[in-house]
């Protein structure tokens, strides 16, 4: 089964500091993304990589960046966290198949950030 | 990108079957419709998807409407542990568009 883990489920962190959310996937994806779940909002797409140290903004990037050294490994950073920044993150990877229907994505548990 | 309109909430027994729908009447030759459910406190996971003809897998079936402009996500027999949210995605699959658009989805509960 594919796995994907985020490095915590809670976090609670402080206005204006730095936030490294982490994601890991077990079965060679070339994609990832990053996500934020909002009451009311939905999921939506903050950032995404198809190829180790590429990434793409989705449709939310501000306030966030990226950084995909490894092709296993996909990193959220806040650079100065703010309340408005207080959400569920899901991290999500798919095997990268170009143009098939069955790219599916596999999510990982989520992590739920507080920012006071 | 097209849009899908789904019912906020759903009701169901136990042990009977559900149908959620998903209307997309914008929906383009190219867009396969993509399902995922969101169980409590878990990410998303994939249900099944399909672009034209009807289809069926271990955990649903899905029925997708003659003009595409709807579908329908049948669980034939439901179980407490369907209670979930699920999403309708409309998906254009081509290289460089991996993306998938979340919207709301039909928040579905099961009643003993």
């Known amino acids: 089964d594919v796995k994907v883990t985020q490095s915590s489920r809670y976090l609670v962190k402080r206005t204006g500091e730095k936030v490294f959310l982490e994601c890991v996937q077990d079965?060679?994806?070339?994609?990832m993304f990053w996500y934020r779940q909002d009451p009311g909002l939905g999921l939506r797409l903050i950032y995404f990589s198809y190829d180790v140290k590429m990434k793409e903004k989705g449709d939310i990037p501000e306030g966030y960046s990226v950084s995909r050294e490894k092709k296993e490994r996909f990193s959220l950073i806040l650079e100065s966290a703010s309340t408005n920044q207080t959400s569920m993150y899901l991290c999500a990877s798919s095997p990268g198949l170009a143009g098939s229907s069955t790219d599916t994505q596999y999510f990982g548990p989520g992590t739920r950030l507080t920012v006071l | 990108d097209a849009k899908t309109t789904q019912p906020n909430s759903m009701e169901s027994n136990e042990e009977e079957p559900v149908h959620l729908p998903c209307n997309h009447s914008t929906i383009s030759g190219t867009d396969y419709i993509h399902w995922y459910r969101q169980l409590p406190s878990q990410g998303p996971e994939y249900v099944i998807h399909g672009l034209t003809s009807n289809v069926n897998n271990r955990m649903a079936s899905l029925a997708i409407a003659e003009d595409r402009k709807s579908s329908t996500l049948i669980l034939h027999r439901a179980t407490l542990r369907d209670a979930a949210v699920y999403y309708c995605i409309l998906r254009y699959t081509h290289f460089g568009n991996e993306k998938l658009t979340f919207g709301t989805g039909t928040r579905l509960t099961i009643i003993p």
């Open positions: 079965m060679d994806h070339e994609n």
